[in-house]
């Protein structure tokens, strides 16, 4: 029982520390301050807007709430396991065992929400793949990609939205664009930007030959305005064309579908999976505003290179991580050299060990 007693213990002395970075009072502080702001006369006037703030107090007061319920939990866990080291008559140790493992898995997942250092951290997320190097392979390997991010965000219930999809010529795809919308999504899937490289018997080639495939994906925050710098509506060239693909009713038939250009930084931005050509513009502003934020911020021209849409080579020496199908299986991501031999898992969403590892190594 004391060897139990030492591990509530030090799980208490961890989680007093979160408890102490959380900084509780403030949050406190803050879930007023939006209250406050949501109980002002023409608050939902603006829905998007006020989607945006009720949505952000919501998130804050589930923290609050988990932090509180655990420092609870952890307080009478101990109580328990002292009275029954002192009674002979009662064993628990099983049960205190129990809650000790269930404890200890929350605590390791409000250790990993402290990682979440950066200011866009707690934002939704924009998530692109671009088919690279290995042709229709390539194309099926980004629609792999796809599914794995979707069910990635399903696993954590983050909503998700295709804006863009570019159809393979053959099989797959050759690029998409969707919405990730849940707390702290970009702080996690900032982790899968890079180039992600597939290896297998390729199911296109007759003679089963041995293929290797690349994406690029890329991941942004969604930033409604950009803070850097003033962006002149002048600086901007909108063009509409005709929608191609599935989207119901009329996709074809209109032009419905929006690219955005910055003329002085050349960014891009289409938008077509919308239902009419204003939402697809507003959806095409938002993702605008955020690579500009992102252009603005970053000193290093490769990187911004990227944001315009010159840089694609995804191709050998640039991947992030590997996924071998054959032959052998391994998945390894190369930043933290960390890896497992369950690739299917992985295909099927099953990435939070790659996202820890990713974000304790930038610690």
């Known amino acids: 029982m004391q060897e139990l007693i030492n591990k509530i ?5 961890r989680f007093d520390r979160i408890l102490e970075l959380s900084r509780v009072d403030e949050k406190h502080q803050e879930i007023l301050g939006l209250q406050g702001e949501m109980a002002k006369p023409g608050f939902w006037d603006d829905g998007e807007k006020a989607k945006k703030v009720s949505q952000k107090a919501s998130h804050l007061e589930d923290q609050v709430v988990v932090l509180e319920k655990t420092e609870t939990e952890i307080h009478d866990l101990l109580e328990i396991t002292r009275e029954d080291k002192d009674d002979k008559t009662v064993n628990l140790s099983e049960d205190i065992s129990k809650l000790l493992s269930s404890l200890e898995k929350k605590v390791n997942k409000l250790e990993l929400n402290l990682l979440f250092t950066d200011k866009h951290d707690s934002s939704d997320a924009i998530v692109a793949i671009h088919a690279g190097a290995g042709g229709t392979d390539a194309q099926d390997w980004a629609e792999m990609l796809l599914r794995m991010f979707l069910r990635f965000c399903e696993r954590n219930s983050w909503q998700t939205k295709i804006i863009n999809i570019s159809p393979g010529g053959e099989a ?3 690029s998409v664009q ?3 919308s849940g707390f702290n999504s970009y702080g996690f899937l900032k982790s899968e930007a890079g180039v992600h490289r597939l290896v297998r018997i390729s199911p296109f080639d007759a003679e089963k030959m041995r293929h290797t495939s690349f994406a690029l994906v890329e991941v942004l925050p969604e930033i409604d305005r950009v803070e850097s710098v003033e962006v002149d509506l002048k600086d901007l060239r909108i063009d509409t064309f005709r929608a ?3 989207g119901g009713q009329g996709v074809n038939t209109t032009d419905s579908a929006v690219r955005v250009t910055h003329l002085p930084t050349k960014i891009v931005v289409s938008c077509q999976n919308e239902r009419s050509q204003q939402q697809n513009k507003d959806t095409a502003m938002k993702i605008m505003m955020s690579k500009l934020q992102k252009y603005y911020e970053t000193e290093v021209e490769e990187e911004k290179q990227k944001l315009r849409g010159e840089y ?5 020496g640039n991947q992030v991580r590997s996924y071998v199908l054959h032959p052998y299986k391994m998945v390894k991501d190369h930043r ?10 992985v295909l099927d969403g099953d990435l939070m060990v790659f996202v820890e590892k990713y974000l304790q190594s930038r610690v």
Request: proline fraction near 0%; glycine fraction near 10%; hydrophobic fraction near 40%.
């Open 9 to 13: 213990e030090e799980l208490k002395g």
């Open 172 to 174: 797959g795809i050759k």
């Open 178 to 180: 969707f919405l990730v």
């Open 244 to 246: 191609s693909g599935h």
């Open 312 to 316: 694609t080579e995804a191709a050998w």
């Open 336 to 345: 933290t050299d960390f890896s497992v031999v369950d690739v299917e898992r």
